[in-house]
């Protein structure tokens, strides 16, 4: 174990050039959503200097870091999720108090993580060129792939571990220097994963995190003109904003956005199965996942046989803290959050929704009870909105034309499922939906290795997690090699000493 020091750090401070700087900014206090008197950190809502030395920490940073071989870069991370792996339970609590989570899932969440940082680290063994054939005779042409330079991750509070590492691993591996906005509702985690990376071995600067309202963070990064690409997760009205910043000067962007995933459950031996699946991808995080499943899409003839079971499920699901055992649903992250879901249950009942839970009682607080919604139609606020939070929309079809019609009748593309015995329908509904991940027979979970996104407005740029990474974070640079000057290429090719060959003029 290391020293549990690197779990703790003073309160209003950034994390730059590997150390604990203080900020001016005004305090924000960290609330665990389960106790709202549980003050879990305070971290500063950085001012303008306090982003202006990280950038010019990561800048400085930069070009030693991208000469340091990528073999070493992957040796660092492997050491990283080495000692998250030594102070799981630790930082599973921290997650959980600041986030609400279910213990279970926080751990189950950390586990995840280090399977996406050890993919990441074998990528330094990976950073692949190409060679490619020369008209010329003695010259040689190849390509090389080099960081784009210093990167804004700008994360959501739904994933404290995940959400970091998914971007701080393969920018690093690939030999950029990160600066990190974590979510201010729950900063504490990523400042302990810094922590954490920095006694594996990380470079000053190479990593640095500063805290505050993306309002003002967030937008600082996405104008720099330093700043070579944004990696962002978080809402779409967001990360359009984010875009055309970016798009202004230029730059690169990596979007993960909103979504309204469906599953269509067109038939199943075991009708069970499929409403435990569909739960499990609907419930983690309190449905507070971009990519839960937040829509039922499904026949009218086992429609009522699928609801009974949902919401048999769905009504006794152990709903409180996070941290208490058997514990499935936590509270919501915020007071704003608690509204929205509230809301949007109303506006659905309101419009014509059926609900089948009981609007049960729950403990005092940021808790909302799990939620079926049935007789939900296509044009309703609840089955065109994501809402974020633990509630289910039933919508009843004829078939699978009508199920492809309807899960496409959103502004989202993020994830779908299909559940059906026929083969066929299961590949046209596949192939005919627009979305970047479809999952046939399970729910919307995906793997550490499998790359990861969506399509419209449910993501921009290349999809992160996998072999997609290098899209984004680095650039292909092409090399033209002759062993020392002498005659022109196109003098052997041509024959007309002075004169280029054919096809050689450049049309740029």
Excluded at 371 to 376: A, F, K, N, S
Excluded at 406 to 434: C, K, P, Q, W
Aim: hydrophobic fraction near 40%; charged fraction near 20%.
């Amino acid at each position: 174990m290391i020293d549990q020091q690197a779990l703790e750090y003073p309160h209003q401070v950034n994390f730059i050039n590997n150390d604990w700087v203080p900020s001016s900014g005004l305090p924000v206090e960290t609330l665990n959503p389960a106790d709202k008197d549980d003050v879990v950190g305070i971290v500063p809502d950085s001012t303008a200097e306090d982003i202006e030395a990280a950038i010019s920490a990561a800048e400085r940073a930069l070009p030693g870091w991208a000469a340091t071989p990528g073999p070493v870069r992957g040796d660092i991370l492997r050491r990283w999720s080495e000692l998250i792996g030594e102070n799981t339970e630790d930082l599973a609590r921290l997650m959980t108090r600041e986030m609400g989570k279910p213990l279970a899932e926080s751990r189950g969440e950390l586990g995840r993580a280090r399977m996406e940082i050890d993919y990441a680290a074998g990528e330094g063994a990976r950073i692949h060129g190409t060679t490619i054939p020369s008209r010329a005779p003695g010259l040689l042409v190849y390509t090389e792939r080099e960081p784009i330079g210093v990167i804004a991750a700008i994360t959501p509070w739904n994933f404290p571990a995940v959400a970091p590492v998914r971007k701080i691993a393969p920018a690093l591996v690939f030999g950029n220097t990160v600066v990190l906005k974590p979510a201010l509702e729950t900063p504490l985690t990523a400042l302990a994963l810094a922590a954490l990376l920095r006694d594996a071995g990380l470079p000053e600067g190479v990593l640095n995190v500063v805290n505050g309202r993306g309002s003002k963070v967030g937008s600082q990064l996405a104008d720099d003109r330093r700043i070579a690409g944004v990696s962002f997760t978080g809402s779409t009205g967001v990360g359009r904003t984010v875009n055309e910043a970016v798009a202004r000067r230029l730059g690169s962007v990596q979007l993960e956005l909103g979504g309204k995933n469906a599953a269509y459950v067109h038939s199943a031996e075991d009708l069970r199965s499929v409403a435990a699946e569909i739960t499990s991808a609907a419930i983690q995080a309190t449905g507070q996942r971009c990519t839960s499943i937040s829509r039922i899409i499904v026949r009218h003839e086992i429609a009522d046989d699928l609801v009974a079971l949902l919401t048999e499920s769905w009504s006794n699901m152990q709903v409180g803290p996070g941290d208490v055992e058997g514990t499935v649903v936590g509270p919501l992250v915020n007071e704003a959050q608690l509204k929205r879901v509230t809301g949007y249950v109303d506006q659905g009942i309101l419009e014509g929704a059926v609900r089948t839970t009981p609007d049960r009682q729950v403990p005092e607080g940021l808790y909302f009870a799990p939620t079926v919604l049935d007789h939900v139609t296509r044009d309703m606020t609840v089955a065109r909105e994501e809402i974020f939070g633990p509630v289910l929309t039933i919508t009843r079809v004829g078939g699978v034309d009508e199920a492809i019609e309807i899960t496409n009748h959103t502004e989202y593309g993020l994830a779908a499922a299909v559940f059906s015995e026929d083969l066929e329908v299961a590949m046209r509904f596949s192939r005919e939906t627009r979305a970047g991940m479809i999952h046939v027979n399970h729910g919307t979970l995906s793997q550490p290795h499998v790359p990861f996104g969506g399509v419209k407005e449910s993501g921009l740029g290349a999809f992160s997690i996998g072999a997609t990474n290098v899209d984004f974070f680095t650039q292909t640079k092409v090399v033209y090699l002759k062993a020392k000057a002498g005659s022109q290429p196109g003098d052997v090719v041509s024959g007309r000493r002075g004169l280029p060959a054919d096809g050689e003029i450049d049309p740029a």
